[in-house]
């Protein structure tokens, strides 16, 4: 496909004397399968805004996101570069270093206004992202637990905030915009007609919510700009399983049904209107896209591809160390080039996604030699530059409360070292622990509905299965506690493997226990470290004072 020249001669039309000035528009969608929009297959007319998009412009029907996980997909689409060389490898872990460089950095330094506006707080300021945004809104965090509810707005919020920056800009410089949409995430909510619209159906129900509030940004765009003076990238940042190879939601596991995005791309003037590309492109690709298509250099040394020319005979590298980080499974990291698909882990699994595309039938070990040529590609990425972190770049830990408080388990912190990508761990494999993970939402479920009893029982027999399941000891200490019985929740807390004890939540109970045992000199360190781990934060300072005043007074 040679959609460079002509778009490139589509901008230079688009710049003549009293047009708007070309502008770019990037539109994520959270957890959105590609087969839950039209345009890619759906039955039901859920997501005429986003089908207009395809319509008017390119649909990419073999896009893939690098890791089933919010923060790094999103990172690799502002960066260029895959997670294991930017360093972002789960949410809340820690933030990018800041000496990345990202899209946003490119063109505001070009001249253009930049803002982002985020739907939910895994996308906060403080992970890193907000480089170079002249304007970064996103949800505001909490000191909120490990199972609190949903921090997150909804996307109808988050278009009306972006539309106030559109018409309050600097209508003579051009302008970058991102805008996140978080409504597919768990748990589905949709208003009664759109449940009714999508059938009963709460996923799609929420995607066609998601819709809807596209439609009024795109109705924001053409009357503050016009749609044709713009480049506009349309991507989810990974898919939900919706039960698919015993996974109920997303982050662990890597096949095709996480994998697989919708990507769209429109460019000026509706160039290549209705085309589709079979290809297989990325996410990372959305940085060089952007810098081709508005006519400015792109950076030497990115994974990522320009969209405008995709390579027909391309591999592209996936990951997911949540497994790793959190419940002690191996971590999964492969690579596919559309045809053949590797998964790496303690048990490894090749597949033919043209003849077998629901992964049913691991070809290995019985055609090891057709994962080698997979294996070297792996090896290849493995030996380029990584993007280094200062020893003063972390992140707090209330921000890794807050989200845990979205729905994920936080990842543990303090753990730096990964192992590459084909490292041989020994661990559990994660996709024989789906009952596991399984068993844990349940238990939160039970808590939730009131039943924190067999919660606890439910947790109790699954740490002694998993003692390096440090999710579910954290959570299985915050009910004990909350049942007053600080000595068993102390207990636990000692069983939280060391790596993942430095967390403002572990260190807080394990304070907050101690004191309720009559314990103030031991409780006031992790009172203190706890507000180091989240510094000014009233919660930690008042809890700090309280047991220091009880020490000076004995």
Same mark, same amino acid.
């Not at 300021?125 to 707005?153: I, K, N, W």
């Not at 009714?196 to 995607?207: I, K, T």
């Given at each position: 496909?040679?959609?460079?020249?002509?778009?490139?001669?589509?901008?230079?039309?688009?710049?003549?004397?009293g047009? /708007?000035?070309?502008?770019?528009?990037?539109i994520?969608?959270?957890?959105?399968?590609?087969?839950?929009?039209g345009?890619?297959?759906?039955?039901?007319?859920?997501?005429?805004?986003?089908?207009?998009?395809?319509?008017?412009?390119?649909?990419?029907?073999?896009?893939?996101?690098?890791?089933?996980?919010?923060?790094?997909?999103?990172?690799?689409?502002?960066?260029?570069?895959?997670?294991?060389?930017?360093?972002?490898?789960?949410?809340?872990?820690?933030?990018?270093?800041?000496?990345?460089?990202?899209?946003?950095?490119?063109?505001?330094?070009?001249?253009?206004?930049s803002?982002?506006?985020?739907?939910?707080?895994?996308?906060a300021?403080?992970?890193?992202?907000?480089?170079?945004?002249?304007?970064?809104?996103?949800?505001?965090?909490?000191?909120?637990?490990?199972?609190?509810?949903?921090?997150?707005?909804?996307?109808?919020?988050?278009?009306?905030?972006?539309?106030?920056?559109?018409?309050?800009?600097?209508?003579?410089?051009?302008?970058?915009?991102?805008?996140?949409?978080?409504? /597919?995430?768990?748990?589905?909510?949709?208003?009664?007609?759109?449940?009714?619209?999508?059938?009963?159906?709460?996923?799609?129900?929420?995607?066609?919510?998601?819709?809807?509030?596209?439609?009024?940004?795109?109705?924001?765009?053409?009357?503050?700009?016009?749609?044709?003076?713009?480049v506009?990238?349309?991507?989810?940042d990974?898919?939900?399983?919706?039960?698919?190879?015993?996974?109920?939601t997303?982050?662990?596991?890597?096949?095709e049904?996480?994998l697989?995005?919708?990507?769209?791309?429109?460019?000026?003037?509706?160039?290549?209107?209705?085309e #589709?590309?079979?290809?297989?492109?990325?996410?990372t690709d959305?940085?060089?896209?952007?810098?081709?298509?508005?006519?400015?250099?792109?950076?030497?040394?990115?994974?990522?591809?320009?969209?405008?020319? /995709?390579?027909?005979?391309?591999?592209?590298?996936?990951?997911?160390?949540?497994?790793?980080?959190?419940?002690?499974?191996?971590?999964?990291?492969?690579?596919?080039?559309?045809?053949?698909?590797?998964?790496h882990?303690t048990?490894?699994?090749?597949?033919?996604?043209?003849?077998?595309?629901?992964?049913?039938?691991?070809?290995?070990?019985?055609?090891?030699?057709?994962?080698?040529?997979?294996?070297?590609?792996?090896e290849?990425?493995?030996?380029?530059?990584r993007?280094?972190?200062?020893?003063?770049?972390?992140?707090?830990?209330?921000? #890794?409360?807050?989200?845990?408080?979205?729905?994920?388990?936080?990842a543990?912190?303090?753990?730096?070292?990964? /192992?590459?990508?084909?490292?041989?761990?020994?661990?559990?494999?994660?996709?024989?622990?789906?009952?596991?993970?399984?068993?844990?939402?349940?238990?939160?479920?039970?808590?939730?509905?009131?039943?924190?009893d067999?919660?606890?029982?439910?947790?109790?027999?699954?740490?002694?299965?998993?003692?390096?399941?440090?999710?579910?000891?954290?959570?299985?200490?915050?009910?004990?506690?909350?049942?007053?019985?600080?000595?068993?929740a102390?207990?636990?807390?000692?069983?939280?493997?060391?790596?993942? #004890?430095?967390?403002?939540?572990?260190?807080?109970?394990?304070?907050?226990?101690?004191?309720?045992?009559?314990?103030?000199?031991?409780?006031v360190?992790?009172?203190?470290?706890?507000?180091?781990?989240?510094p000014?934060?009233?919660?930690?300072?008042?809890?700090?004072?309280?047991?220091?005043?009880?020490?000076?007074?004995r």
């Amino acid at each position: 496909m040679r959609v460079r020249a002509l778009a490139l001669a589509a901008l230079v039309a688009g710049c003549g004397a009293g047009e /708007p000035p070309l502008s770019a528009v990037l539109i994520t969608l959270d957890t959105t399968n590609r087969d839950a929009l039209g345009c890619f297959g759906q039955a039901l007319a859920l997501t005429p805004n986003l089908d207009r998009i395809a319509k008017e412009g390119i649909a990419f029907d073999q896009a893939r996101t690098v890791a089933p996980i919010t923060l790094p997909a999103h990172t690799s689409m502002l960066t260029g570069l895959v997670p294991l060389r930017h360093g972002v490898r789960d949410n809340a872990l820690a933030p990018l270093a800041r000496s990345a460089e990202t899209l946003s950095e490119r063109l505001s330094s070009a001249g253009f206004q930049s803002a982002a506006f985020v739907s939910a707080v895994v996308l906060a300021a403080p992970y890193g992202l907000d480089q170079g945004f002249g304007v970064y809104d996103a949800p505001l965090g909490s000191a909120g637990g490990a199972t609190a509810h949903m921090l997150e707005r909804p996307a109808e919020d988050t278009v009306r905030a972006a539309s106030a920056w559109l018409r309050a800009r600097d209508r003579a410089r051009p302008f970058f915009l991102w805008l996140h949409a978080f409504e /597919p995430h768990e748990p589905y909510a949709p208003a009664r007609e759109l449940l009714e619209l999508a059938r009963g159906d709460p996923y799609l129900g929420e995607v066609a919510a998601l819709d809807g509030a596209l439609g009024e940004l795109l109705r924001v765009l053409e009357e503050e700009h016009g749609l044709d003076h713009l480049v506009l990238i349309v991507s989810a940042d990974h898919g939900e399983m919706l039960g698919e190879h015993g996974e109920r939601t997303h982050s662990v596991l890597c096949y095709e049904r996480a994998l697989r995005v919708p990507l769209l791309v429109r460019l000026p003037g509706g160039a290549h209107a209705g085309e #589709r590309v079979t290809s297989p492109v990325c996410v990372t690709d959305v940085m060089p896209t952007f810098l081709e298509a508005l006519a400015l250099p792109v950076p030497a040394g990115l994974d990522g591809q320009s969209l405008l020319a /995709p390579a027909p005979r391309r591999g592209t590298y996936f990951e997911s160390y949540t497994g790793y980080l959190n419940y002690g499974w191996s971590p999964i990291t492969g690579w596919t080039d559309g045809e053949r698909k590797l998964l790496h882990g303690t048990a490894s699994e090749l597949y033919d996604l043209a003849r077998d595309p629901a992964e049913q039938e691991n070809l290995l070990p019985g055609e090891s030699a057709g994962a080698e040529r997979l294996h070297h590609a792996i090896e290849a990425l493995s030996a380029l530059p990584r993007i280094e972190r200062g020893a003063d770049e972390h992140l707090d830990d209330g921000s #890794r409360a807050d989200i845990q408080a979205l729905g994920y388990a936080g990842a543990a912190a303090g753990r730096s070292a990964f /192992p590459e990508p084909l490292a041989d761990t020994g661990l559990p494999d994660a996709r024989t622990r789906m009952d596991e993970l399984e068993r844990f939402y349940r238990a939160v479920l039970r808590h939730n509905n009131g039943k924190t009893d067999e919660a606890i029982a439910e947790l109790t027999a699954l740490t002694q299965a998993n003692p390096g399941n440090a999710t579910a000891l954290n959570v299985l200490a915050t009910y004990l506690f909350q049942e007053k019985r600080p000595a068993e929740a102390l207990a636990v807390l000692e069983r939280i493997p060391e790596h993942a #004890r430095e967390r403002v939540t572990v260190q807080d109970l394990l304070g907050h226990s101690l004191e309720q045992l009559g314990r103030p000199a031991e409780a006031v360190g992790h009172f203190e470290r706890a507000l180091a781990l989240k510094p000014g934060d009233p919660h930690q300072q008042q809890d700090l004072a309280r047991v220091r005043a009880l020490l000076g007074a004995r």
